[in-house]
């Protein structure tokens, strides 16, 4: 960025960078340029209050409204007299411009601004990739559901994402075409349907082997048992009303999957399903394979995303005899056989940012909760293979599914069969297949429970329906409409 005329044709300069005048490329820079110190005590939260600087703001934000680019002297100027607080107004102003081209702000684009919408639409994100900048600008649509007085650090006082490119390592981000389509705008709420598939260990094979004295188990699909349980699936979700399908771990392989592909590419009429997750499951002939989870529109057949397991889960001592497996190790621990992904994908659509993890990789969040946090993923959904879901007892599932509420605002939707719970005599408040959970909107004014929907399916084919609180103990539900489908709603700017 250091030269004598920018990429965009400014030739003014703060710290001897120079200033683009494209109103996206112009933020990254002045961005980058402004210190992590005026946010660490309040020094950032008396310049966000502070009438002068809300001033120059509106007059930089008005200027690039009407005219789709920056007087770069302007703001070179405003920081040789204001300096980081000049950069801070400066940014305050373009965050106001960049939110007119946000489309889950609900703005109208001004005509001036059409030229970074199209951008974002074609290149999947704000600033141009082929300018001055690296690493990415992105439009918010979450954020973190944290209890907050005040904002907190850079990230929270704007209504973008800055990913930087260290952020982009081992994060496919991709955009789906049709994300700006009519389905899912507004900010009604969006069915799951969500079916077990496997209801016990009948529908599965299990096998333990041993390489270079590793003791690996693979888990695989009964196939016959699974085809009519997925047209019986589908004609469920076609009828429930259900938006998003969300299919288990372990569901899926190469024949399922080509079944799959016989009910999508169509749309039957009153359907209102536009996306399944198939569930997960050792997709092609590589040895070992991954445990890939596909994600599809319905309406199309086109893929949305695909995401290779990265965090295989290993059984520890018992875990057999504690999920009472058909077939036991001969020698304990044991670890997945799979080949792991390399990252997550995350994918801009009409709903938000999405991304998919499976089961032990919603658990494992050392690798992947900064940069989703900076990319400002506002949906996850998450297959699993597991003991069930508890109401009565913060487990894993649930601990993790809030930690992706607090840290990163994204909505949760855990996806889970009857398999391992099967031969488990829980009590109700112990045993749901499905969980969601999002961020409380309007935001709480104390530290409550995020939105938290448990559901529950009784056999492989029904979609899992909320249970509310105190129910649990009730006569048991077998009506398939004796209650609401689980819900989500598109991302936002709140």
């Known amino acids: 960025m250091n030269g004598s005329v920018s990429a965009s044709g400014g030739t003014h300069s703060i710290k001897g960078v120079l200033l683009p005048k494209d109103p996206a490329d112009l933020f990254v820079v002045l961005y980058d340029l402004l210190p992590e110190r005026p946010f660490l005590g309040l020094t950032a939260n008396q310049w966000h209050a502070d009438l002068f600087v809300h001033q ?117 981000h991709i955009g789906f075409k049709q994300r700006n389509g009519a389905h899912f705008s507004g900010k009604k709420a969006i069915p799951i349907g969500s079916a077990p598939l496997l209801e016990s260990y009948d529908d599965l094979k299990f096998d333990f082997h041993q390489v270079d004295g590793t003791t690996f188990y693979k888990v695989s699909t009964r196939d016959e048992r699974l085809r009519d349980r997925i047209d019986h699936v589908v004609k469920n979700l076609d009828e429930s009303g259900a938006e998003i399908g969300v299919m288990p771990e372990s569901t899926l392989s190469n024949a399922l999957y080509d079944h799959w592909k016989t009910h999508v590419g169509t749309e039957p009429e009153g359907s209102r399903l536009r996306w399944v997750l198939l569930g997960t499951g050792p997709l092609g002939e590589d040895d070992p394979p991954p445990n890939r ?44 056989y799979l080949e792991r992904g390399e990252g997550v994908t995350v994918v801009e659509t009409a709903i938000g940012r999405v991304a998919v993890l499976i089961c032990e990789d919603i658990k494992q969040s050392t690798d992947w909760e900064a940069p989703l946090r900076a990319f400002g993923v506002s949906h996850l959904f998450v297959p699993l293979l597991s003991s069930p879901i508890s109401r009565a007892i913060r487990r894993w599932d649930r601990l993790a599914a809030e930690r992706c509420v607090e840290v990163i605002g994204a909505w949760v939707v855990l996806a889970n069969s009857l398999a391992v719970g099967d031969r488990m005599n829980l009590p109700p408040e112990n045993r749901f297949n499905t969980l969601v959970v999002g961020p409380r909107l309007p935001r709480s004014l104390d530290n409550g429970d995020h939105v938290a929907q448990f559901a529950r399916s009784e056999n492989g084919t029904e979609l899992a329906r909320v249970v509310e609180e105190g129910q649990e103990g009730g006569e048991t539900r077998r009506d398939p409409e004796g209650g609401p489908l689980p819900t989500i709603v598109r991302g936002g700017t709140a």
């Not at 702000?105 to 001004?110: I, Q, T």
Request: charged share 25%; glycine share 10%.
């Open 56 to 172: 120059l703001a509106d007059e930089i934000c008005e200027e690039a409204t009407a005219n789709g680019t920056v007087d770069t002297a302007r703001v070179e100027k405003i920081f040789g007299q204001h300096g980081e607080k000049g950069i801070f107004a400066a940014l305050t102003g373009l965050d106001q411009v960049l939110g007119a081209v946000n489309p889950f702000s609900g703005a109208r684009c001004p005509s001036a601004l059409n030229k970074i919408a199209r951008r974002y639409n074609e290149k999947n994100q704000l600033n141009d990739p082929e300018g001055p900048t690296t690493g990415l600008l992105l439009p918010r649509c979450t954020r973190p559901g944290k209890l907050l007085a005040q904002p907190t650090g850079r990230p929270d006082f704007f209504n973008v994402h800055r990913v930087t490119a260290d952020d982009c390592r081992n994060v496919r």
């Open 293 to 336: 989870a596909v994600l599809v529109d319905r309406s199309t057949g086109e893929t949305i995303l695909t995401h290779d397991k990265v965090h295989g889960f290993t059984m520890g001592k018992g875990q057999a005899d504690r999920w009472q497996l058909p077939r036991r190790p001969d020698h304990e621990r044991a670890a997945e």
